[in-house]
């Protein structure tokens, strides 16, 4: 959907926003006091990240990003949130801060070492003269049915593992809900 | 200039016409512009639909319950959706001490906004659309999620028991309704071989609503559920909730929940007159496709056949009971989705290039299935109603105790 405009001010400056806007609202849901105030933020963040998957050419993982995350996830968080008291002061600080900010160091290390170390330009001169590109063309001009092929033909035995752990699970949750009966 | 919008026909033209117009090194310009203009077409285009349908379903309400409906505004009572705009426009708009500043201002706003981006995909005719996303039919199911939020939001921010009551009862619903959304549309997914709505039209020779009886039958029927329409608008049950979610709002932001109600009743004709009877297409004269008509007037009729049918159903069926509806979305439409999806796929690995007469066999099939099952499961679910029971609980008293 990007080809007319891609490289362009507009392009740029919109990719600029959309990704100012995301950290932005992730900022907030930490910083928020209020529980369902900074579940809108999380949904903010969620749509700001699905907007620039579009942008990188990845529709259906930002539809996918969009109907999972902002739309049942989000709505699971906030009826959860609605179980809970005192939703208006959150939760108080306790002395959990020093481990958790260790946590978060290390996966700020690990996401910066994989970003680095990604190699990103599958279409330049470079990729194409090692051949890496041919495989690129194709995930770049139509997405969706190459995740289909990669999910169904080289990846089916993780997808059906997968979705075995999704009934144990699902069969899980309703055994605890319904307890005795 | 060669665009990357060949089957946009619309666009290309625009596109072309703003390149000429702008300077050298502003391309981009006329690429915003030109999507500017078919923005400002579509959304214009769905509001005033959306104000048409308001009327014709109060007329056609009108003439079910023998009576007149709006006709005192201009000719045959045509500018009362006008009418009702204006006085919601000059209403005083109330916010309640107890709610949320901010999430009761933004809840309608999103609500609108997340039906109007639906019309994005939405093709009207041949080379006359917004964008062609391959993704598109996920698009038109994913988007309005966006719009359960803000439901679930407004109801919260209104800071009324009955308005939070009915957001629950409304997001409760709207997510078990989605599941069998999505996965009837699976069927219509194998035969085109593809999600971009164009290559949907382009690839029905015969209308899907002849190949897919199943599919359309609970598409239809998870849809209307989706969009709160009776016979499943318990969200909003005046007897028993006031007017759920939407208790506290008025003036314009009452106004913008009901246009986000009855615009996402359009948009979702609009998508069933593209995804089962073939959108701008002539659905009579297959396979050679004589237009008769330009394919904008095609997708007109059936789009606005598709709003008599919702008002008929919805002049005809009472309200469902709460647990009902969530034991009809699980027990019923779900395993006619699965069903529907398994039975096609084995047609499509039975025949994945069928010609024009395997197209009626797969057709007949379809349809023999689809009798069988719907005849199966409303004897079985007649069988196994959950009749209301009286929900006190008999305690035994220990002997010791009293």
Not at chain 2, 261 to 284: C, D, M, Q, R, T
Request: aromatic share 10%; net charge negative.
């Amino acid at each position: 959907m990007t080809e007319g405009i891609a490289g362009t001010p507009v392009f740029t400056a919109v990719w600029w926003v959309l990704a100012v806007l995301t950290v932005a609202c992730a900022v907030l849901v930490v910083r928020l006091q209020d529980l369902v105030k900074a579940a809108m933020a999380l949904i903010g963040s969620f749509l700001g990240i699905a907007a620039l998957f579009v942008m990188l050419n990845a529709e259906f993982l930002a539809i996918v990003q969009v109907l999972v995350y902002a739309g049942a996830v989000s709505i699971l968080l906030i009826f959860g949130i609605m179980m809970v008291r005192d939703t208006q002061r959150g939760s108080q600080a306790n002395s959990l801060a020093i481990p958790a900010a260790m946590l978060a160091t290390a996966m700020l290390a690990i996401i910066a070492v994989v970003v680095l170390d990604t190699r990103w330009d599958l279409l330049g001169d470079a990729a194409l003269a090692t051949g890496v590109a041919e495989g690129a063309e194709g995930v770049y001009s139509d997405s969706p049915p190459a995740i289909g092929g990669l999910l169904l033909r080289e990846f089916v035995l993780p997808l059906q593992a997968a979705a075995l752990l999704l009934t144990a699970t699902l069969v899980g949750a309703i055994a605890l809900v319904r307890g005795d009966q | 200039m060669d665009t990357p919008f060949d089957r946009n026909g619309l666009f290309s033209g625009l596109y072309g016409f703003f390149a000429d117009l702008a300077p050298d090194g502003f391309a981009w310009l006329a690429y915003l512009l030109a999507g500017a203009v078919i923005v400002f077409i579509v959304i214009n285009g769905v509001m005033l639909l959306t104000a048409f349908e308001t009327y014709m379903e109060r007329r056609v309400l009108g003439r079910f319950q023998t009576r007149l409906g709006p006709n005192r505004v201009g000719p045959f009572g045509l500018l009362q959706p006008f009418a009702d705009v204006l006085k919601l426009l000059i209403k005083e708009d109330l916010r309640p001490a107890m709610a949320d500043r901010f999430t009761f201002f933004l809840a309608p706003v999103l609500m609108v906004a997340a039906i109007l981006l639906v019309a994005a995909v939405v093709p009207f005719g041949e080379g006359t659309f917004l964008a062609d996303l391959n993704i598109g039919v996920l698009f038109l199911v994913g988007i309005p999620t966006i719009a359960t939020v803000a439901m679930f939001l407004g109801g919260w921010g209104s800071g009324n028991r009955f308005a939070l009551l009915g957001a629950a009862r409304a997001v409760a619903m709207l997510i078990s309704y989605e599941v069998p959304m999505i996965v009837s549309l699976a069927g219509v997914l194998l035969l085109a071989g593809s999600m971009s709505l164009v290559d949907v039209v382009e690839a029905q020779r015969l209308p899907f609503i002849v190949l897919q009886p199943l599919g359309f039958f609970v598409f239809l029927v998870a849809a209307s559920a989706e969009m709160n329409r009776s016979p499943f608008d318990l969200m909003e049950a005046e007897s028993e909730l006031t007017a759920g979610f939407h208790t506290e709002f008025s003036g314009v932001r009452f106004g913008l929940l009901q246009l986000a109600e009855f615009g996402e009743l359009v948009i979702i004709s609009a998508v069933l007159a593209v995804l089962f009877v073939s959108g701008w297409k002539n659905p009579f004269v297959s396979p050679d496709f004589a237009q008769w008509l330009p394919g904008q007037v095609w997708f007109l009729l059936k789009l606005v056949f598709f709003l008599l049918l919702f008002a008929w159903i919805r002049a005809t069926l009472p309200r469902m009971r709460v647990d009902q509806v969530m034991a009809f979305a699980w027990k019923a439409l779900f395993p006619l989705a699965i069903i529907n999806t398994l039975v096609t796929a084995a047609l499509v690995v039975a025949w994945p290039e069928p010609e024009y007469g395997q197209l009626w066999i797969m057709a007949a099939v379809n349809w023999a299935v689809a009798i069988v099952c719907l005849v199966a499961f409303s004897r079985f679910l007649e069988r196994h109603r959950d009749r209301p029971t009286a929900s006190v609980q008999l305690v035994e008293i220990p002997a010791e105790a009293s």
